[in-house]
């Protein structure tokens, strides 16, 4: 399921052999015109994977964003057929501000268990992945879809919503902002239609609901509006948009520019009417030689059709068995910076090492604004898969008494996370 870091021939299993010294230069000749047609069908057989679509032989040597979920692509199915693949993780962290996990030197545990499917068969397509915490068991995306013989791609069913940088908007384990108000990462139940022209790359969406239909129910991967005692509100009726273009396509610099919009409705049961919301966003994801560079800057806003007496300055979202507040009203940036070392070991296929900051400005008066900072490496190791972060947050759920709504806790708390995993 994972590329690792060899060469292009390696990716096809042949090794060139070079002609042994002291051979006659009749036996040098030959032996130098076989590699001459050896050179020439691999060359073609190159070819035609890499025309092949939507199967990407991808450029080993350039750091590249989500570097865990590039060994394993969870939203762009194996073409060779339906293959069932997964993975298997556990986190060792230490955390500052608990004093338990000071008290102990750290803690342990499962981070996942997943099971993925991915193929082709006849032009139509399937990927789903499910997802097995010690705390809770969820559907992380699940879609069919059909390709056309434009290469272009229709899906339905549980998918990645199109917007700002993608896969991920960041290098991380942890992610950032914009994972956490439900604009990075997101997965919701809808039709997409995406397409390649050259450089030009266009997804168009519509998203009726949260990926569960059950706006009540925290059990899920990407965070989502959620119904709570005091709120009541759930996504409904979503469209997306999304095109960039890519600067020196094919190059060994390539630099993705692009924008991204959102609109859809909220709808609160108490009321039984309709709200509004809306995002946008611009990037940039530039990957030159081992260097990748992000940045993207966001607004959004929420205007909820509440009942008298809720407040409409703050909106409650949910994920892993969970639920916090964030802003109605904010805008965020991204900035991150990777770079792919080139391994001394042989047992190490890749190195890539990265920092990763985000920033949430909250338009509410008298609010705190949140940051999160990550500076760590992804190592991989053939099957094996490791992170190691050292995270820096300052007014973020999860970290102290951090809000992502108003006021918070204006300190930053350090969390130190080692991330290992098996993938097959």
């Known amino acids: 399921m994972r590329l690792i870091n060899k060469s292009r021939w390696a990716v096809l ?48 040597d350039v750091a590249v964003s989500g570097t865990e979920r590039s060994a394993a692509i969870n939203d762009e199915p194996d073409t060779s057929g339906v293959d069932v693949g997964g993975a298997l993780r ?31 068969l006849n032009n139509i397509l399937v990927s789903a992945e499910y997802r097995f915490y010690s705390y ?18 229709l899906k339905f069913g549980v998918h990645q919503v199109p917007f700002g940088l993608l896969p991920y908007a960041a290098h991380n384990s942890w992610f950032g902002v914009p994972y956490y108000v439900g604009l990075g990462d997101d997965y919701d139940m809808g039709m997409k239609y995406q397409r390649s022209d ?31 005692a005091e709120q009541h509100n759930e996504e409904i009726n979503q469209l997306n948009a999304r095109v960039a273009y890519t600067f020196g396509l094919g190059s060994a610099c390539e630099t993705e520019v692009g924008g991204s919009i959102a609109a859809g409705e909220l709808y609160n049961a108490v009321t039984d009417r309709r709200g509004d919301r809306w995002a946008a966003a611009g990037h940039i994801d530039s990957r030159c030689g081992r260097w990748n560079f992000q940045a993207q800057a966001a607004s959004y ?3 909820p059709a509440n009942p008298v007496g809720v407040d409409d300055s703050r909106l409650t979202v949910g994920a892993f068995s969970g639920v916090y507040d964030i802003a109605s009203e904010a805008d965020f940036v991204v900035a991150n910076v ?60 999860y970290f102290g008494a951090g809000s992502m709504a108003d006021g918070g806790e204006q300190k930053w708390h ?11």
Request: with cysteine.
């Open 338 to 397: 990777a770079y792919n070392i080139s391994s001394p070991w042989q047992n190490i296929d890749s190195i890539t090492c990265y920092n990763d900051y985000s920033h949430l400005f909250k338009n509410a008066a008298n609010s705190s604004d949140s940051m999160i900072n990550t500076t760590g490496c992804a190592i991989g190791s053939g099957p094996l898969f490791t992170y190691i972060d050292y995270i820096l947050a300052n007014n973020m759920p």
């Open 136 to 153: 809770m068991n969820t559907l992380h995306h699940g879609w069919i879809g059909y390709q056309f013989a434009d290469a272009s791609q």
């Open 198 to 228: 050259g450089p030009w790359s266009t997804q168009l969406a519509f998203y009726k609901n949260e990926e569960l239909n059950d706006a009540s129910n925290t059990d899920r991967y990407s965070y989502d509006v959620i119904r709570t």
């Open 301 to 303: 806003q929420y205007d």
């Open 13 to 60: 299993g042949v090794t060139l052999v070079p002609a042994l010294a002291g051979a006659s230069e009749a036996d040098t000749a030959t032996e130098i015109e076989l590699l001459k047609q050896e050179i020439q069908a691999l060359k073609t057989r190159l070819q035609e994977i890499e025309t092949r679509s939507p199967v990407t032989v991808q450029k080993l």
């Open 90 to 120: 556990f986190n060792l962290i230490h955390r500052d501000y608990v004093d338990a996990s000071d008290g102990k030197r750290g803690e342990s545990g499962l981070d996942v268990f997943r099971l993925n499917v991915d193929g082709e």
């Open 414 to 424: 350090g969390r130190f996370n080692v991330n290992i995993g098996f993938y097959w």
